[in-house]
Nanobody, 125 residues
């Protein structure tokens, strides 16, 4: 079955850290660019990062730049989102998504076609 499964969410303290995982099954994640997104209650979905399929270069939204890092472990068919110095506004449901085959990270958000079910992050103050 072709799917993405996120994990690693939970409760973190303000200023703390969490590492989210996005594990693929049914296909090779290394062949795809991967985006991480966040959906907070009452807010629009926000793209946080994108990691390229060609050179593993990562791009970040200004809201998380310098605090979040995305990386791959191809042997585990998994992409990670390391979140440090968490703030209250980082709370939300976090999703990973693959970029359509043959394409790579870009400004467009219409290029993502396979989504995970999400993992919830709560930040306590």
């Amino acid at each position: 079955q072709v799917q993405l499964v996120e994990s690693g969410g939970g409760l973190a303290q303000y200023g703390g850290s969490l590492r989210l995982s996005c594990e693929a099954s049914g296909f090779r994640l290394a062949d795809y660019g991967i985006g991480w997104f966040r959906q907070a209650p009452g807010k629009e979905r926000e793209r946080l990062s994108c990691i390229s399929k060609s050179d593993n270069r990562a791009y970040y939204a200004d809201s998380v730049k310098g605090r979040f890092t995305t990386s791959r472990n191809n042997a585990k068919n998994t992409v990670y989102l390391q979140m440090n110095n968490l703030k209250s506004e980082d709370a939300g449901n976090y999703f990973c998504a693959t970029i359509r085959y043959g394409m790579d990270c870009s400004i467009s958000e219409k290029i993502y076609d396979l989504w995970g079910q999400g993992t919830q992050v709560t930040v306590s103050s």
